[in-house]
């Protein structure tokens, strides 16, 4: 049973476009969420998070919005740039900093 | 920002033998470390947790004799895949979580650790 789904595994953007990266989750247990960048034979790169606290977190061109009546989550990246073109994946968790269910990924490509 | 290196990043190795990979956390302490892994074009799976000077927690499915975890010190975990197998080939990735209070919960991952068995 998948409690984080990305249900798009590859998303083609142009550039200076907004990217949306969309990811679900089941547990209702889950109250932190985060996003992650990765290259292939890379660990992820922390991008942003957020708690369920909140319904939107901002940071530069990255912003995650949260509707938790939805228990969905989305990544918008304003505006998307070749260098964001990696795979990139949700993960949630049962409080602040404990171990992390991710989802599929999804692999965006930004095109010039 | 916080860092944390792997090492191997790549390791090759017969079957039948054991193999161990170090997560250090170079700029700060973790009193938590998380073991990943993943397949070909498939997600992070979770393998264990492993806590500062107990037991390693492992998910189920997780062979606990066969994926051995230290966490001797706040900076350094070890996963020792024992007797490996052509199956255990993966790329295994740690996290760890910065333990100063009131600090970062996000986990901080390593680059990985490409394993290849013959």
């Known amino acids: 049973d998948q409690q984080v789904k990305q249900n798009s595994p590859s998303l083609s953007v142009q550039e200076g476009r907004i990217s949306i990266l969309n990811c679900d989750y089941t547990?209702?247990?889950?109250?932190?969420f985060l996003w992650y960048k990765k290259y292939p034979a890379e660990g992820p790169t922390f991008l942003i998070s957020i708690s369920s606290i909140k319904d939107k977190n901002e940071d530069g061109r990255f912003t995650v919005f949260l509707n938790k009546s939805a228990k969905h989550l989305s990544l918008h990246i304003v505006p998307s740039q070749p260098g964001d073109s990696a795979v990139y994946f949700c993960?949630?968790?049962?409080?602040?900093?404990?171990?992390?269910?991710f989802g599929g990924g999804t692999r965006l490509m930004v095109k010039p | 920002g916080a860092v944390v290196s792997q090492h191997p990043s790549w390791v090759i190795c017969k079957s039948g033998t054991s193999v161990k990979i170090e997560c250090r956390s170079l700029d700060f302490q973790a009193t938590t470390m998380f073991w990943y892994r993943q397949f070909p074009k498939q997600s992070l799976m979770l393998m264990a947790t492993s806590n500062e000077g107990s037991k390693a927690t492992y998910e189920q499915g997780v062979e606990k004799d066969k994926f051995l975890i230290n966490h001797a010190s706040l900076t350094l975990s070890t996963l020792t895949v024992t007797s490996a197998h052509p199956e255990d080939s993966s790329f295994y990735i740690c996290?760890?979580?910065?333990?100063?209070?009131?600090?970062?919960?996000?986990?901080?991952f390593g680059p990985g650790t490409r394993l290849t068995v013959l």
């Open positions: 547990n209702s247990m889950f109250d932190y």
């Open positions: 996290s760890a979580r910065d333990a100063v209070t009131g600090g970062l919960y996000e986990q901080f």
């Open positions: 993960a949630a968790s049962v409080g602040a900093g404990n171990m992390l269910t």
